[in-house]
């Protein structure tokens, strides 16, 4: 009884959701916490990577029920760590000012990269080093899980760039508010349906194959598609005025205020 519900895909989907909302309330909290806490929280988390790097490979050896849990939960602790790192400011980029006034094309991109770079850099290398960790390895949970959330949050800061109605101001913390000026609310760009389109058929496909008994509904199947499921719903949510801090509203607390954002030479 107990392993066939661990390999309920009602269960893998509950456990995707849940360390979605989890983490992501985590992170918001500790980023709001007082800023000398954030060399003691970053460090606790640098350990458990570290930790989760180990855990990764260990579940990249066997294909299975629980090194799929494993690799999907060792992948996330990796992604809180570079959400960490970036939201308490130790990993950003070149650039910690606002965007200078009225500045386009080439010159806001190449504001916009300097303001993220050195992050940008440390997922590649994480991405790099799990795929050299998976060369002759069975199971792709971890690697996938990486790369899932790699690709819809680099299509995510894309599409904040380029311009949505919804820009999400409010869950970037008072130290980071500056970043608000590098992104552009707007209607939605011809950027936004591409990758929503894309994400959308890359979801399909997973149903489709599953539905043709292509593949099994793993567990691994069913946390992989989870996941990109709710990226396309946060996707969507930057198009619909929703309240969707309140599904972190113990974390959240006091939101910083949209008038601390001043553009360079404002």
């Given at each position: 009884m107990t392993n066939a519900l661990w390999q309920s895909p009602w269960l893998a989907a509950l456990v995707a959701v849940f360390s979605w909302w989890l983490?992501?309330?985590?992170?918001?909290?500790l980023v709001r916490r007082a800023r000398p806490t954030f060399g003691r929280s970053n460090l606790w988390l640098t350990v458990l990577a570290l930790g989760s790097l180990v855990l990764a490979w260990q579940s990249m050896q066997t294909v299975g029920t629980a090194h799929a849990y494993l690799g999907f939960v060792a992948a996330m602790v990796m992604w809180a760590w570079h959400e960490l790192m970036f939201l308490t400011g130790w990993l950003t980029g070149p650039r910690r000012v606002a965007q200078e006034l009225q500045v386009q094309g080439w010159r806001r991109w190449q504001q916009g990269?300097?303001?993220?770079?050195?992050?940008?850099?440390a997922l590649m290398v994480n991405f790099a080093l799990l795929v050299v960790l998976q060369q002759g390895q069975p199971n792709h949970t971890a690697l996938c899980t990486f790369a899932v959330l790699w690709c819809m949050r680099?299509?995510?800061?894309?599409?904040?760039?380029?311009?949505?109605?919804?820009?999400?101001?409010?869950?970037?913390?008072?130290?980071?508010?500056?970043?608000?000026?590098?992104f552009r609310s707007q209607t939605p760009s011809w950027f936004f349906y591409v990758s929503v389109a894309g994400a959308s058929t890359a979801l399909a496909w997973l149903v489709w194959q599953a539905q043709t008994a292509a593949v099994n509904i793993t567990p691994g199947w069913t946390l992989l598609a989870t996941?990109?499921?709710?990226?396309?719903?946060?996707?969507?949510?930057?198009?619909?005025?929703?309240?969707?801090?309140?599904l972190w509203g113990w974390a959240m607390g006091r939101t910083p205020p949209l008038t601390a954002i001043k553009a360079e030479g404002g």
């Open positions: 983490g992501t309330g985590v992170i918001l909290w990269v300097a303001a993220v770079a050195w992050h940008e850099v680099f299509s995510a800061k894309i599409n904040l760039f380029v311009g949505v109605p919804q820009i999400g101001t409010q869950f970037l913390p008072p130290h980071l508010v500056y970043l608000g000026s590098y996941l990109l499921g709710l990226a396309i719903v946060e996707h969507v949510l930057m198009v619909l005025a929703a309240p969707v801090q309140r």
